[in-house]
């Protein structure tokens, strides 16, 4: 092995450089001193440090940063604040005036931002403004403008938390390393040191220098550079892993649009045009009129009739005038449901298994568990003869094949299904969390579509799935850019992923 004695060019140029010195450096600082790459400093250091010629130093420290939605809440105000202006005069305003003052695009934003922050409450209709929360809306700015001006913000670390979570400050940890030389033992070294060539260039060859200089030796031991080839994302490799299990199974794989109309998306699911998650905080609207509704006269006709009165189902319906105005608005698409009503509405003959996963919209302020786009997966399956609980035991089949041993049924409510339940299943020590809806659909629905057999079907959010399966602790990490980030996750998630 190496002697401490021996030492390399560049440990030369340091341990040199660092001999009448007592201060500290940072590796910057170190690198532009003795003029070599920041990279080859961080090596020769440790390698210093091995020697027991420089000891290091660690401290850190906190940033906060804005990030580009903080910068632009900064520039703009929150979304919520467009609510204060309409609400300034009076408490409490119909939901209908709102429509009127605030722009369509930003309203549903507005309002799933306020409900969120408590600044309001909506009920009925109305919206009521909470004056205590105004001053914390305030606040928020106030530690905005601090972070961007780099001043301090001791003592707002509430809140700060709150705003790191909303996505607008970035918390950084800067690891601060500082370099402090060993006087007695870098002079000692200089003296008795000998140099060693960890080089073979052409010159030590030809002028024979070769024949006396001392070579470093090689280090078997030390790690080799890394390398990261390209590989798929690890959300991408679990949608696949429920695709094969659902393949398995016998199901079939059909898409739809992310644009939809409110006609697909709920009416053909006996979903109420009064339903509240038909209301502007729930469903995105797309700004442009459409003439008619995109559908067959008899679909259309089936699905006025089911609402109004039951149509033949015996069931008295909703009990309104079912508005075609309504049926006709074009939205993002809120659930993938929609596609197993138009796999429905091709009249699909018993037994068949279809399933569907892609991307659903809802109005929502960005957090660790929130996104207002995330990935769905709805399946539908039906049999001459199938009853709730072979549905059911169907169900447990799914989950197992997923990884879950334990499965527990709740009864719940969802407007297309009776009898509908939820399901929850045990994850690690999150204990039960609840994954999916589930249920046969209605006479109502299967009258709509004229289908003649029990339908059942199932529905679930992927994105939290994942999260709790692949051991993230917050919902953007699945859609992070940072290549370290994603290396990290990717690793956790292969342990489940490894199947
Ligand atoms: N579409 C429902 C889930 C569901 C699907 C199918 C049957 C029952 C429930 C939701 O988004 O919450």
């Known amino acids: 092995m190496e002697s401490k004695y021996e030492l ?94 605030i722009d369509r695009k930003i ?10 922050r408590g600044l309001i409450d909506i009920k009925n209709g109305k919206v009521k403004l909470i004056p205590e929360k105004v001053e914390e809306l305030k606040k928020d700015k106030e530690i905005l403008l601090k972070i961007e001006r780099s001043e301090s913000v001791e003592g707002f670390k509430e809140r700060i938390e709150i705003l ?21 033992k870098i002079k000692e070294v200089l003296e008795k040191g000998e140099s060693v060539v960890s080089k073979i260039t052409s010159s030590i060859i030809v002028s024979g220098k070769w024949r006396e200089v001392k070579f470093k030796e090689y280090n078997v031991e030390a790690e080799p550079p890394k390398v990261y080839p390209g590989i798929q994302h690890f959300y991408s490799k679990f949608i696949e892993k429920i695709k094969m299990i659902l393949l398995e199974l016998g199901f079939k794989e059909v898409y739809g649009s992310i644009i939809e109309q409110e006609f ?32 067959r006269k008899e679909l259309i006709e089936k699905t006025r009739e089911v609402h109004e009165y039951g149509g033949k189902t015996g069931s008295i319906g909703w009990r309104y005038k079912w508005d075609q105005e309504v049926a006709k608005r074009l939205i993002l698409r809120t659930q993938t449901t929609v596609v197993s009503g138009r796999t429905l ?24 568990r929130h996104l207002p786009e995330f990935y769905q997966f709805d399946a539908i399956i039906s049999e001459k003869d199938m009853s709730f609980s072979k549905f059911l035991g169907m169900l447990k089949l799914f989950f197992k094949k997923m990884g879950f041993e334990e499965l527990i049924f709740k009864p719940a409510y969802f407007p297309f299904t009776e009898p509908s339940v939820e399901g929850y299943v045990k994850i690690g020590n999150l ?69």
Request: charged share 30%; aromatic share 10%.
């Open 8 to 101: 390399s060019d560049n440990e030369q140029k340091v341990v040199k450089f660092l001999a009448d010195k007592n201060e500290v450096f940072s590796i910057e600082e170190l690198a532009s001193g003795c003029n070599i790459p920041i990279s080859t400093a961080n090596a020769v250091v440790e390698l210093l440090k091995s020697k027991g010629l420089v000891r290091e130093e660690v401290n850190y420290k906190i940033q906060y940063k804005l990030t580009e939605e903080g910068k632009k809440v900064l520039e703009k105000g929150f979304p919520e604040e467009a609510l204060l202006d309409a609400l300034r005069e009076k408490q409490e305003i119909d939901m209908k005036e709102l429509e009127k003052n």
């Open 107 to 116: 309203l549903p934003i507005a309002l799933a931002a306020g409900k969120k």
């Open 164 to 184: 790191i979570k909303r996505g607008l400050i970035e918390k950084k940890i800067l690891k601060e390393r500082k370099i402090k030389p060993e006087a007695k």
């Open 264 to 295: 697909w998306n709920f009416d053909v699911l006996f979903q109420a045009q009064d339903h509240p998650s038909r209301e502007i905080h729930d469903t995105f609207w797309i700004d442009k009129e459409v003439k008619e509704i995109f559908a």
């Open 345 to 368: 509405s091709l009249s699909p003959e018993a037994p068949f298994r279809f399933f569907t996963i892609g991307k659903v919209f809802r109005p929502d302020v960005i957090d660790a």
């Open 431 to 499: 204990g039960y969390v609840e994954v999916f809806g589930a249920g046969m659909f209605r006479p109502e629905v299967l009258e709509i579509f004229d289908i003649k057999h029990p339908v059942g079907a199932w529905g679930m959010g992927l994105d939290r799935l994942a999260m709790a399966l692949l051991n993230l602790s917050d919902i953007r990490m699945l859609y992070d850019r940072n290549l370290e980030n994603l290396r990290n996750s990717y690793s956790n998630a292969l342990k489940y992923l490894n199947y």
